[in-house]
């Protein structure tokens, strides 16, 4: 069965901002203005034309900010010309970033629709031939923080239906199962009670890739992601949405990885190396190559893939890596590796101790016992997150003080107490204490 309709979906792009953490000068092969928000909005742009799709909806934080909207004008202006010219019907809401900038560049945009603004709800029908193909329901911020459930209004005053069995989308900037919260927490059992065919969302960076590219047992709902990675967390592949609507009217979604920019994360053991500089030439080498074979297949090759490596294992000269890597000697190790620009935004050394932990728990002394906690803290089990919890408890007071709260503002934060991040901390402190410890108990068994 045809589709009835082809719609193209774009999460969070943050015109008027630049991704931190990539080098700025072209003499690597690409230039930073081919990486920034425009740049990837004016892939999202040729995509759509080239596809021919219905309408384009974006799911807020189209705008970085209320004085971003300056730099903001002549990429968002150009793309929605070209849209409108290509008979593409241009539908958003606003985000907790551009509350007050979407609304200033709306009025000033020709054929930009944007839905509930002043946190109403309203409907969109996106037509072809005057026939209704998709009702699009949408909702807006209408201050920057909003403590409340918008979608918990929508259930007590639920809007009209369109006449016919034409499907529902939902188009919200929200914070989903989050504990309360001031960017519209909303639960996805509301979502659910909705019974609309498909909720596409915004705030969140990361794409919800099991929610969105759902069974057909139940509908899509989720975040689409930013458009591009705008920092080195945001790993993975990003890009705009296709929203397919079946001649059943059926909703389905695919996602097109053409971002310009991506960042990956990896580890690099170091074991076997003689030498820093095998370490660099690795890195130059066969690190960049496999870091591209491992995307290549997924869409086309990024212009630029930016690598933050973790040194693991051990090696007799990682004193020396340690060294190299704080002289800033590996900071301009670039390549361009089929057209890819790899560049790496930052090299961790997490090599462990040149004596096996395994070894070193087996003694009855200080080091024996961190050694025992880094091991249990390595694996997955009981005992591992229980360490977890003990360390979090421990911290929490500090992360949670009134002098962080701004920090939860920016786009781009990650919770340091997250199992992830904690263990990620407690190893690479842990290691380095164990050195010391075996390097002062080495000096006092020499004197």
Request: proline share 8%; with cysteine; net charge negative.
């Amino acid at each position: 069965m045809a589709d009835r309709a082809e719609l193209l979906a774009i999460g969070d792009v943050h015109l008027g901002t630049r991704p931190s953490r990539v080098p700025v000068d072209g003499s690597w092969g690409v230039s930073s203005e081919e990486l920034t928000p425009a740049a990837a909005l004016g892939l999202a742009v040729d995509l759509a034309v080239e596809r021919g799709v219905d309408a384009v909806l974006f799911a807020g934080d189209v705008v970085e900010s209320t004085n971003a909207r300056f730099e903001a004008v002549p990429p968002l202006e150009n793309a929605v010309r070209r849209l409108v010219d290509a008979g593409i019907q241009v539908v958003a809401v606003a985000g907790n970033h551009d509350v007050d900038a979407l609304p200033r560049l709306a009025s000033l945009l020709e054929g930009f629709t944007l839905l509930g603004a002043g946190g109403k709800w309203e409907s969109y029908a996106v037509t072809k031939d005057g026939e209704p193909l998709a009702e699009i329901i949408g909702w807006s911020f209408g201050a920057p923080r909003v403590r409340e459930s918008p979608v918990a209004a929508l259930l007590e005053s639920p809007l009209p239906r369109l006449p016919g069995a034409v499907p529902r989308i939902g188009l919200l900037h929200a914070d989903l199962d989050a504990s309360g919260g001031p960017y519209a927490p909303v639960r996805q059992v509301e979502l659910d009670e909705t019974g609309y065919d498909a909720w596409l969302l915004g705030h969140i960076h990361k794409p919800s890739i099991d929610r969105l590219a759902t069974p057909a047992d139940r509908p899509p709902s989720g975040y689409l992601g930013s458009l591009v990675g705008l920092d080195p967390s945001e790993t993975g592949p990003h890009g705009p949405w296709i929203v397919r609507i079946g001649g059943d009217g059926a909703v389905g979604l695919e996602r097109l990885s053409i971002a310009p920019l991506r960042w990956e994360h990896l580890q690099v053991p170091v074991d076997g190396f003689e030498h820093p500089d095998d370490v660099g030439d690795a890195l130059l080498g066969e690190v960049a190559e496999e870091a591209v074979a491992r995307i290549r297949g997924a869409g086309p090759l990024p212009r630029a893939l930016g690598l933050r490596v973790r040194l693991t294992g051990a090696s007799p000269c990682q004193d020396g890596i340690r060294q190299t890597i704080a002289s800033g000697a590996w900071n301009e190790l670039r390549r361009v590796v089929d057209g890819t620009a790899v560049f790496y935004n930052r090299i961790v050394p997490a090599m462990r101790p040149r004596l096996e932990l395994a070894e070193i728990a087996g003694g009855d002394d200080p080091a024996a016992l961190l050694a025992r906690r880094l091991i249990l803290l390595e694996e997955s089990g009981d005992a591992s997150r229980q360490l977890l919890e003990d360390a979090r408890a421990a911290l929490d007071p500090t992360a949670s003080r009134p002098v962080w709260a701004r920090a939860g503002d920016h786009r781009s934060d990650v919770d340091p107490l997250s199992d992830e991040a904690l263990r990620d901390t407690l190893l690479r402190a842990g290691m380095h204490a164990l050195e010391a410890m075996l390097a002062q108990s080495g000096e006092r068994a020499l004197s």
